[in-house]
């Protein structure tokens, strides 16, 4: 995949991070922790500037963002409370846990989107509740910009950093946000058995 990134990058400037990155939010077996440290190595030899590598990287992410986050608008609370009444025992979800989480997202959204850019594995998943929750798109862009400010420049200083040894950043990275997603199928699974069995 390394291969093709750089390709892409290549032949594309920093309208190429803008599309990789833009791809890694709608797949996310497309890896920031690639894309943005080999840019930033890129930048260092002087064939693109560090800021306009970040620059690129944080307008693809964003772009990428929007579609999760129109589809959770598209859905909505109603619809999902709606599916919950239907399918919830099965999936561990009651009304009464989104109306929860809508309550608290309403109070807590901004932090919540802003370090959930910050996250890996946690990224791309937290444009869906935004948008579920209604949380104002200006609002969403500004929190989400935010923290992929601090992804994207974060990740390219270190293939500055790092030069040709920037993949190392993968081999650190990567793992967490498996944790991270093995956490939250770990606490689905948990929520699953417990309704099911009347817990």
């Given amino acids: ?23 890694e939010n709608i797949f996310p077996p497309i890896p920031s922790e690639v894309i943005m440290p080999m840019a930033g190595f890129t930048a260092s030899s002087g064939e693109l500037t560090l800021i306009g590598v970040v620059v690129a990287g944080v307008a693809g992410s ?29 999936l561990g979800v009651s009304r009464d846990d989104i109306e929860r989480v809508t309550a608290w ?23 869906a509740p935004a948008g ?9 862009l500004i929190y989400s910009g935010i923290g992929t400010l601090g992804w994207t420049a974060v990740l390219a200083y270190a293939g500055v950093l790092l030069q040709s040894n920037w993949s190392v950043v993968g081999d650190y ?25 009347g817990g």
């Fill in 173 to 197: 990275v990567g793992p967490i946000g498996s944790i991270v997603v093995g956490l939250i199928v770990a606490w689905f699974v948990v929520r699953l058995i417990r309704n099911r069995c």
């Fill in 105 to 127: 997202f309403g109070h807590h959204g901004r932090t919540a989107v802003l370090i959930g850019r910050l996250v890996p594995g946690v990224r791309t998943l937290i444009s």
């Fill in 1 to 23: 995949m390394a291969d093709w990134i750089k390709g892409v990058m290549d032949s594309l400037g920093y309208p190429g991070i803008a599309l990789l990155m833009f791809l």
């Fill in 62 to 90: 964003l772009i990428g963002a929007l579609p999760w986050y129109f589809a959770g608008r598209l859905y909505g609370g109603d619809r999902l409370k709606r599916f919950a009444d239907r399918h919830g025992r099965w």
């Fill in 132 to 140: 579920v929750c209604g949380m104002p798109l200006l609002s969403f």
